[in-house]
């Protein structure tokens, strides 16, 4: 993945921002949960849990949400340049990391710090270190 910083737009990247608070702040207040999508899309894979109708809207407004986009507005290109086995792995390990983490970016890193958690903090601290040290290893010691 490249960022073209030569066409980044900051203030596209501060509505988003604003757009992803205002979606979490009105999923908490409307359904008292956390907007995690780990935690959401993990209670669609646990078999005794019997909230599954909300967890598939919610996941299902994440996959329509580019394609409503694109009725405004032509979706930004993107590249991605790394094969599909390591795409999968890298998934794979992130979706691992955040079982074990009990959550992810948005579960910790936007709702969690919201709140003032700690254990959202430590969270947060630790996959964007684990983040910046890997991409550091990747590129520059492994020269990937």
Known sequence: MTIDWNNFTPWAALLGGLLIGLAAAGFVLVNGRIAGISGILGGLIETRTGDKSWRIAFIG????????????????????????????????????????????????????????????????????????????????????
Do not use: E, K, N
């Open 61 to 144: 407004g994440i996959l329509v949400a580019p394609l409503a986009y694109q009725l405004f507005a032509a979706l930004p290109p993107s590249q991605i340049d790394t094969s599909w086995p390591v795409l999968a792995s890298a998934g794979l390990l992130t979706g691992i990391g955040t079982r074990y983490g009990s959550g992810c970016t948005s579960g910790h890193g936007v709702c969690g710090l919201s709140r003032l958690s700690p254990r959202s903090l430590v969270a947060t601290l630790a996959f964007m270190g684990a983040g910046f040290l890997t991409v550091f290893v990747v590129r520059h010691l492994l020269g990937a």
